[in-house]
């Protein structure tokens, strides 16, 4: 299928699924498996794009439910859309605030047409369908574009679940019809199905047929115990075609990204990093520091020994503990350049490691380090 997304599987790992591709945008060639900083109102929290950029991110995410609340997708097309609005050169995903509307539990009437929700900021009265969730997201101008769909909790019964499904099956379908800019805008359907490997099973088959560019993984990390959520995306990855692009949405804690790769994900998303950042939280190679404990009053070493970060080349933990208990925002600015960076830089490893074939020897040692239970490898089938 031609389009404005291209994707080029370049290897495979021959003890697991992990791969390593290739992902073709009107806003650049972006390097996978791949973790997307998000920046949910048009801006990664404390960031710049200059410093996304020079840290290596390609891609970014913003979200549809709170750019259409706030500033509205008019205005955002009228700046020329979000790269032009926020300056962004690289490629955005937008996800299609689906999940965000129906965290609204209290606030939204979901039916066959749509949802009905209230904004969460003045509660005015909104309204959402497969059709004008493709206006927005049209008008916002992300290279990449996600279908409504519901997002179900965690825990739900069967049939709950069964009905939900087929409503999102029949929404993808609704949301590519009425998909206006095909030519600039990848469109990427969302597997849903619950817990229920069948269910998945039969969401993936249902959703390849509409021949989407992109599969996103949805329902996942919702409460669910780590294992399940492992095993269900196992299930799921090997009924996704294998030379379109897997995203797993919501995402990216270390083991999350390796137990994804492993299991066949390319695309990862998710609001850790700034928001433990913002509490004082920093992601090193030998596990997470709490900067606020007393014991790093003193402590004139750089947040991790093992980063080449700019953070990490110039300051100490002594003095970002200083920053954060004085509530100053340069705190929260520099924990927040590291933690993205050393995710992107993970992936980056991950990547390497892919190509010479030593994932698993990566994972071992990354586990080993930062203090995670290692497990072997999956089998390789599919």
């Known amino acids: 299928m031609s389009g404005p997304i291209q994707f080029d599987l370049l290897q495979r790992c021959s003890h697991t699924r992990a791969r390593r591709g290739r992902l073709k945008t009107p806003h650049g060639v972006i390097e996978t498996p791949v973790f997307m900083p ?13 410093e996304l950029r020079e840290m290596g991110a390609g891609i970014i995410l913003s979200n549809t439910y709170h750019l259409h609340l ?44 749509g949802v009905t929700f ?22 916002l101008g992300a290279d990449i574009i996600m279908v409504l769909d519901e997002c179900p909790p965690y825990p739900a019964d ?8 087929e409503r999102t099956l029949r929404w993808a379908e609704r949301c590519l019809k009425s998909h ?16 229920y490997g069948d269910l998945r099973k039969t969401a993936a088959g249902s959703l390849s047929s509409m021949d989407f560019p992109g599969f996103a993984i949805g329902g996942l990390s919702v409460g669910e115990p780590k294992f399940m959520m492992y095993d269900v995306l196992a299930e799921t990855t090997a009924f996704l075609p294998a030379s379109k692009p897997r995203y797993l949405m919501g995402v990216g804690s270390p083991d999350d990204l390796f137990e994804g790769v492993e299991r066949g994900v390319d695309m990862f998303d998710c609001v850790l990093p700034t928001r433990i950042a913002r509490n004082g939280t920093v992601l090193t190679s030998r596990g997470k520091v709490v900067l606020k404990n007393a014991k790093y009053a003193r402590d004139f070493r750089p947040l991790d020994e093992n980063c080449s970060c700019a953070v990490c080349q110039v300051y100490t933990r002594a003095y970002l503990r200083h920053l954060l208990k004085a509530e100053e925002v340069l705190g929260i600015r ?25 994932f698993l020897a990566l994972k071992r040692s990354f586990y080993e380090s930062y203090g995670y239970e290692h497990t072997e490898g999956m089998d390789v089938e599919s």
């Open 180 to 195: 206006a800019r095909p030519e600039t805008q990848g469109l990427f359907a969302i597997v849903q199905g619950g817990m």
């Open 334 to 358: 520099l924990t927040s350049y590291h933690n993205v960076y050393f995710l992107l830089d993970l992936m980056k490893q991950i990547r390497g490691a892919i190509e010479n074939d030593s």
């Open 118 to 139: 209230r904004s969460h900021i003045d509660g005015s009265p909104r309204f959402f369908s497969p059709e004008t969730v493709m206006a927005i997201e049209n008008a």
């Open 38 to 50: 998000v920046g949910t109102q048009a801006t990664v929290k404390t960031m710049s794009p200059f």
């Open 70 to 113: 706030r500033p509205g997708e008019d205005l955002v097309q009228e700046a020329g859309g979000l790269h032009s609005f926020m300056r962004w050169p690289g490629a955005v995903l937008t996800d299609s605030g689906g999940f965000q509307v129906f965290s609204l539990s209290s606030l939204r009437k979901i039916t066959e047409e």
């Open 158 to 165: 069967r049939p709950y679940i069964e009905a939900s499904l």
